[in-house]
T-cell receptor, first 114, second 110 residues
């Protein structure tokens, strides 16, 4: 069974550009989470989808970040326009049941904004 | 202060036990977790403990929870070179997202 996969694994963009990160959860997992780790800081929760609906987006830092999950399958996280402080590793996780006790994480996307 | 705190580094000799400590602030935490991240890999759930438990053992791993002091520890018995990784402590309240610590780098000395 394929795990949670994220694309790309690395992305280097210039300040002001747009980047879209993608997450493919484990098939059948209704719950999908985005997290971010800025260098030297904790891994921070960004948002939680249940199927295609945003259950909790309290961790989204500002309106430059837009997350979507069309059809309740894969999800995208778009950063537009990117700023230097957006650099970090973006993790996606999915779980079948409500809650996080069985959440499986992807390998992360390392975003560098220069 | 931070919601979840843990030491940044721990160095142990191969074969010894490793004890990684974590403190958290939210008394409403329902679940507490330990995740492992190896170089170039994602986060792997090692184990979790429900807040009404005080101990959980799984092979070489022992988790101790002191809810009064809001202190969580992970003990790895007979530490091996393959245990070298970053270990993240995390907590959640029911179905909320996880709150992580900064991670502890476990360094294994031969």
């Amino acid at each position: 069974e394929a795990g949670v996969t994220q694309f790309p694994s690395h992305s280097v963009i210039e300040k002001g550009q747009t980047v879209t990160l993608r997450c493919d959860p484990i098939s059948g997992h209704d719950n999908l989470y985005w997290y971010r780790r800025v260098m030297g800081k904790e891994i921070k929760f960004l948002l939680h989808f249940v199927k295609e609906s945003k259950q909790d987006e309290s961790g989204m830092p500002n309106n430059r970040f837009l997350a979507e999950r069309t059809g309740g399958t894969y999800s995208t996280l778009k950063v537009q326009p990117a700023e230097l402080e957006d650099s970090g590793v973006y993790f996606c996780a999915s779980s079948q049941v409500w809650g996080s006790t069985e959440a499986f994480f992807g390998q992360g996307t390392r975003l560098t904004v220069v | 202060g931070e919601d979840v705190e843990q030491s940044l580094f721990l160095s142990v000799r191969e074969g010894d036990s490793s004890v990684i400590n974590c403190t958290y602030t939210d008394s409403s935490s329902t679940y507490l977790y330990w995740y492992k991240q190896e170089p170039g890999a994602g986060l792997q759930l090692l184990t979790y403990i429900f807040s009404n438990m005080d101990m959980k053992q799984d092979q070489r791993l022992t988790v101790l929870l002191n809810k009064k002091d809001k202190h969580l520890s992970l003990r790895i018995a007979d530490t091996q070179t393959g245990d070298s990784a970053i270990y993240f402590c995390a907590e959640s309240i029911l179905a909320d997202g996880l709150t992580f610590g900064k991670g502890t780098h476990l360094i294994i000395q031969p």
